[in-house]
């Protein structure tokens, strides 16, 4: 008796995903700085911050999870398995940058808290952020927006008993922002609610409840 061949694995279609990185990345860094650069010649100073805020602890070392939220960005595009995978992920990606930049030009905020100094690694961390990112582009905050599209292929990627791991990832980063004083508490559940609707408008495996 002859048993029928398994069906061979699909390939990752790791060429489409690495077009998009090239479209992505010089597309975030242009249309980010360009917000950052108009609330800059502004002089916004406007914020959104609560009294309580003050009791939140600068945390150094948390940059390190901040600044990891690159990586996931880049590895993602090798979770997905097929073209329209590929392509749905990246559209996330795209229209969250867009909305947000749009929500930065239409109401900039500024950070209203100065940084303290930091040296060491951490420094050096904190000084190539500082290198293109200036204290606005706050709420929604873009960190969040795209954290929450990132987690899904991430979590569709894993075995089930490794999504907590992912989950605890995730919240790490989403904390990083407020311990890297980076973002007022009011950026994060307006990020949230973006990356939530992006993901709602563009889901993976049915028609987007726009159409």
């Known amino acids: 008796m002859t048993l029928p061949a398994s069906a061979p694995a699909a390939a990752i279609p790791w060429q489409r995903g690495v077009a998009w990185l090239l479209f992505l990345g010089p597309f975030f860094f242009l249309s980010y700085g360009f917000a950052n650069s108009m609330a800059a010649r502004w002089q916004v100073s406007a914020s959104h911050v609560y009294e309580w805020e003050r009791h939140i602890p600068f ?60 040296d060491g690694l951490f420094g ?64 994060i559940p307006t990020g949230l609610w973006l990356g939530c609707f992006v993901v709602w408008v563009l889901p993976g495996d049915a028609r987007s409840p726009l159409r």
Do not use: K, M
């Not at 960005?73 to 398995?81: A, D, E, K, T, V």
């Open 59 to 118: 945390i150094p070392w948390t940059i390190v999870p901040y600044w990891s939220i690159d990586l996931l960005y880049g590895l993602s595009f090798l979770l997905c398995r097929s073209v329209q995978q590929v392509d749905r992920h990246a559209l996330r990606l795209l229209t969250a940058q867009l909305l947000s930049v749009a929500c930065f030009l239409a109401f900039p905020l500024t950070f209203s808290f100065a940084r303290p100094a930091t």
């Open 124 to 187: 050096g961390l904190f000084d190539a952020l500082a290198g293109f990112d200036q204290p606005y582009n706050q709420a929604p905050s873009l960190h969040i927006a795209l954290l929450v599209v990132l987690l899904e292929p991430y979590l569709r990627a894993v075995p089930r008993a490794c999504q907590a791991l992912v989950v605890g990832v995730a919240l790490l980063i989403g904390v990083s922002v407020l311990t890297t004083w980076q973002h007022h508490f009011f950026d």
